[in-house]
C-alpha cells in the first residue's frame, strides 16, 4: 500500500505551545471545533487534585497538555509529548520504551494514573507512560512536587494523570465519531484510528481503536537498530444517570504491544538484543457518584479499578566466555536466550466525600485501597562446550535454567486523607492545606535463585539453590502533609507558595529482586527504610490576553535515598549431600545511603507580539548532589530551553517555529558519561477543521521535527538506557475526519 495516503502524523506535531494554551479538540464529537485564546489564561479544568477547579486557581505549580497538543506533535509516546513542558524531561530505554524526569526526580519517584487509577510496574525496564495510546488522550495533567497527601507513596516528584477521551451526554440522541490515519518517515510509521460515539440525555458509549507500526529509527548516524515496534489499543466507555443527580460511568482498555525492540537498558549485558516479544496492560474501571445529597455535601464518589500489566523479553546475549581447564582444555560458554516475565496485578479501590461548607471553603475527605501483587519468572538456555587443546569441541551441555527473579510478593496500600480549603478577603487569599495517613503491607514468598535445572533433556526439580530471600511479612505506616498558598496580588497576577512532607515505601522489586542478567548481578534489601521528602515551591504567575508569565523556584530534600552500592551479598546455599552452607557474591545491592537536595527554577512565557503573532519560550535548571559527600545525583537533566513563534491565521490554521536545546552536563554522578549540549529546530502547521457538508469535516496536521537534521544526544537516555543518538529530520503528517 502506498504510504503517501497515510496523511497524517506518527502522533503528530510539535507542540507550538510549551506551556498549555486554551485550544480545545474534540474529535468524539461531530461538532468538533477549535476555540484558541492566543494566550494561556488559566482557565483549564483541572480534575487531578480530586476537586475540579481552574488552573489559575490551584496554587500547586502544573503543566497541562490538551487533546489539540497531542494531535500537533509528532510524539511517539507520552513522554515526547511532555518533554516540551518546562521541568520536564523524557528519557528512555529506546523509542517505544520511555520514561520522564520532574525536577531531577524520575519514574520511581513519580505516582502515574490513568483517569485517577495508579499504573504499578517495575522501573528496571521503563515502560508505564508507553502502554497509553496517544490517540486516546484527552489530557495529561502533571502537578510538580510532593502530593503525597492525595496519592500516597510514590509522588515525591509528582503526579502524571492521563485522562483518556470520555463519552458524551446530549441533548438528544446523537451518533458520531472520526477516523484518522498518520505516517512519520524517520522510522516509517504507519497509524490508524477510529472511534464512534452515541448517547442521549441518559447515557452514553464510545468506542475506540488504533493500530500503529513502525519500523527501526532514523537517526543522523543511521538507522538505530532494534527500535521497531507495534501496538494495538481498544478502549470503550460508557455512562448512565440512573437516577436525578446519580452518574454510573465504567471504561475498558486493552493496549498490547509486541515485537517492540529495546535498544538501550541498563538491565541488560551490552552487546545483548533485548526486545518485548508480548507487553500488555488490561484496565477495567467504574464509578458511582452522588451529586447534591445535601445543600452542604456536593459530591459522594464510590470508586474501583482492576489493572492487570504483563511483561514478556526475549534476550540475546550475543556473549561467548572461554575458560581454561586444569587438564588444558577449554571450557566455552555461550549464553543463548533468557525470557524473563513479569506479570503487575493491581487493583484498587476509594471513597470520596466533597463538602461546600460555605462559598468559601471546600472540604474534600476520603479512603482509598490498592494492592498490587507481582510474579516473575525467567528461564536461561545456555550451551557450555568443551574443546580441545586443538579447538576441536569435544563435548556440548544444552542447559536449561528456571528462575524466579522476584519471589512472589504483594504491596497493599490503605489511606486516609483529607483537604480543605479556603478563601479570604474577597478571593485574593486561597489558603489549601492536607493531610494523609497510610499503612501499608508487604509480603513475600521464599525466594531461590533457581528453580530447575534441564541438561541434556534431564530434568532436576532439586538442584543445588541458593536462598535469595526469607518469606516474610512486613507492616508499617506512614503520613505526609501539604500546604499551599495563593495570593492575588493584581486581577492579573499572583504569587504562590507551595510546602509539603511526603514518602516514598521501598517498591517489591527494591525489596526482593535478583537480576543476573550476566552484566551484573543486582540484589533488592527487604530491610529498606522508606524515603521521606521535604519540599518547597515559591511561584510568580501572569495571566491575561497579551502576554503569560509562570516561573517558579523550587527545592527538594530527600532523607533515606534508595539507591544501589557495590557489595558483598550473603546467602544460604542449600545443597543436596551437605544440607545448607553460607557463601557470599560480590553484587550491586539496593541500600538507603545518604540524604540529598534537588533544587532549581523554571518558567514558561508568552508574549502576543501583534495581532495573531505569539512569541513564547521556557526553561528550566535543576541542581542535584548528596548532601554527605557532595557528589552529584545520577539522571539530573541539563539546563534546557526552547524559542518559538506560532502565528494562527483565522479561519485557516495556524503554523509554529521553535528553537530548542541544552547545554552540557558535565555536572554527573559516577559511572553516568558526559553528554553534549545541542540545538534542533522544529517546525509544525495545521489547518482548522473543514466542513465537510453540514456534519462531517476533516482536519489537517503535518510537520518536520530536527529540520537541520542534527545529531545529538539525550542525557537522560544515554545514561539511563545507553541511546547515544537521538531521531534525525522526521516528515510527518495526520489526517483526521471527522463525522
Known amino acids: 500500500m502506498n504510504r503517501t495516503i497515510y496523511i497524517s502524523a506518527a502522533f503528530a506535531f510539535f507542540i507550538a505551545t510549551n506551556s498549555f494554551s486554551q485550544e480545545h479538540f474534540l474529535l468524539n464529537d461531530s461538532a468538533s471545533s477549535i476555540t484558541t485564546n492566543a494566550i494561556n489564561i488559566g482557565e483549564v479544568i483541572i480534575s487531578s487534585l480530586r476537586f475540579d477547579r481552574q488552573l489559575k486557581d490551584l496554587p500547586a505549580p502544573m503543566s497541562v497538555v490538551g487533546a489539540y497538543e497531542a494531535q500537533r506533535q509528532s510524539a511517539f509516546t507520552i513522554s515526547n509529548i511532555l518533554d516540551k513542558q518546562a521541568g520536564i524531561s523524557m528519557g528512555g530505554d529506546g523509542i517505544w520504551a520511555t520514561n520522564i524526569n520532574i525536577r531531577g526526580m524520575g519514574e520511581g519517584r513519580l505516582v502515574t494514573l490513568i483517569d485517577g487509577n495508579r499504573v504499578e510496574t517495575a522501573t528496571d525496564l521503563t515502560a508505564a507512560l508507553s502502554m497509553i495510546d496517544v490517540w486516546d488522550i484527552s489530557r495529561v495533567e502533571v502537578i510538580k512536587g510532593a502530593q503525597s497527601s492525595l496519592y500516597g507513596t510514590g509522588a515525591m516528584g509528582g503526579i502524571v494523570n492521563i485522562i483518556t477521551r470520555e463519552g458524551q451526554f446530549g441533548e438528544k440522541t446523537y451518533l458520531s465519531g472520526n477516523v484518522g490515519s498518520g505516517f512519520a518517515s524517520a522510522n516509517k510509521l504507519l497509524s490508524g484510528h477510529a472511534e464512534f460515539n452515541a448517547g442521549s440525555k441518559l447515557w452514553y458509549a464510545r468506542v475506540s481503536g488504533t493500530y500503529t507500526d513502525a519500523g527501526n529509527m532514523k537517526t543522523p548516524a543511521g538507522l538505530l537498530p532494534n527500535s521497531q515496534y507495534a501496538y494495538n489499543n481498544v478502549s470503550a466507555r460508557a455512562g448512565i444517570k440512573p437516577f436525578n443527580n446519580h452518574l454510573f460511568r465504567i471504561q475498558y482498555q486493552r493496549y498490547m504491544a509486541n515485537d517492540v525492540g529495546i535498544p538501550g537498558g ?426 465537510l457538508g453540514s456534519t462531517a469535516g476533516l482536519q489537517f496536521f503535518a510537520g518536520i521535527d530536527n529540520i537541520l537534521d542534527k545529531s545529538y544526544t539525550n542525557h537522560l537516555s544515554t545514561n539511563r538506557g545507553n541511546i547515544t543518538v537521538e531521531p534525525g529530520r522526521n516528515f510527518y503528517a495526520r489526517l483526521i475526519v471527522s463525522f
Not at 552487546?271 to 458511582?288: F, M, V
Not at 496500600?413 to 501499608?440: H, P, Q
Not at 505506616?477 to 495563593?486: E, F, I, R, V
Not at 551437605?578 to 545491592?589: C, K, L, N, R, W
Request: aromatic letters at 12%; zero cysteines.
Open 266 to 691: 541498563d538491565a541488560f549485558p551490552g552487546p545483548a538484543e533485548a526486545t518485548y516479544t508480548n507487553i500488555s496492560r488490561d484496565l477495567i474501571a467504574a464509578s458511582y457518584e452522588i451529586q447534591d445529597l445535601t445543600d452542604k455535601l456536593i459530591s459522594l464518589k464510590l470508586g474501583y479499578f482492576l489493572q492487570d500489566i504483563f511483561r514478556e523479553v526475549s534476550l540475546h546475549p550475543n556473549t561467548v566466555t572461554e575458560t581454561p581447564l586444569p587438564n588444558g582444555n577449554i571450557q566455552r560458554t555461550s549464553p543463548q536466550l533468557f525470557t524473563p516475565v513479569g506479570h503487575h496485578f493491581t487493583n484498587g479501590g476509594q471513597i470520596q466525600g466533597t463538602w461546600k461548607l460555605s462559598g468559601r471553603n471546600t472540604f474534600i475527605a476520603g479512603v482509598d485501597l490498592w494492592s498490587r501483587k507481582l510474579t516473575t519468572e525467567r528461564i536461561k538456555y545456555i550451551t557450555f562446550e568443551i574443546l580441545d587443546t586443538s579447538g576441536r569441541v569435544i563435548r556440548t551441555n544444552n542447559i536449561e535454567r528456571g528462575e524466579t527473579p522476584i519471589p512472589e510478593s504483594a504491596f497493599s496500600s490503605a489511606g486516609f486523607f483529607a483537604e480543605d480549603e479556603w478563601k479570604f478577603f474577597d478571593d485574593r487569599l486561597l489558603f489549601i492545606a492536607g493531610g494523609r495517613a497510610d499503612g501499608i503491607w508487604i509480603t513475600n514468598e521464599e525466594g531461590y535463585d533457581v528453580d530447575y535445572v534441564i541438561i541434556n533433556d534431564i530434568r532436576n526439580d532439586a538442584p543445588e539453590k541458593r536462598i535469595t530471600f526469607a518469606g516474610g511479612r512486613e507492616n508499617s505506616l506512614s503520613w505526609s502533609a501539604n500546604a499551599g498558598l495563593l495570593f492575588r496580588v493584581n486581577k492579573t497576577s499572583d504569587i504562590t507558595l507551595n510546602v509539603a512532607r511526603s514518602f516514598r515505601a521501598p517498591s517489591l522489586e527494591e525489596r526482593y529482586k535478583y537480576i543476573d542478567l550476566g552484566n551484573f548481578v543486582r540484589i533488592g534489601d527487604p530491610s529498606l527504610e522508606p524515603e521521606r521528602g521535604y519540599s518547597a515551591d515559591l511561584g510568580f504567575r501572569r495571566w491575561n490576553k497579551r502576554s503569560g508569565l509562570q516561573a517558579n523556584i523550587f527545592a527538594n530534600s530527600l532523607r533515606n535515598l534508595i539507591v544501589e552500592l557495590p557489595g558483598e551479598f550473603i546467602y544460604t546455599l542449600i545443597t543436596g549431600a551437605s544440607g545448607s552452607v553460607t557463601d557470599s557474591i560480590d553484587a550491586f545491592i539496593t541500600s538507603n545511603v545518604s540524604e540529598a537536595l534537588l533544587y532549581g527554577i523554571e518558567f514558561n512565557a508568552e508574549y502576543n507580539v501583534y495581532s495573531n503573532f505569539v512569541i513564547y519560550s521556557s526553561g528550566s535548571y535543576i541542581h542535584g548532589e548528596d548532601t554527605e559527600t557532595g557528589e552529584a545525583l545520577p539522571l539530573i537533566p541539563p539546563l534546557s530551553g526552547k524559542l518559538g513563534l506560532r502565528y494562527t491565521y483565522p479561519n485557516v490554521g495556524g503554523m509554529a517555529l521553535i528553537v530548542s536545546g541544552a547545554s552540557k552536563q558535565k555536572r554527573i554522578a559516577e559511572g553516568e558519561q558526559e553528554t553534549d549540549g545541542y540545538v534542533r529546530t522544529d517546525f509544525a502547521l495545521n489547518t482548522v477543521r473543514i466542513n
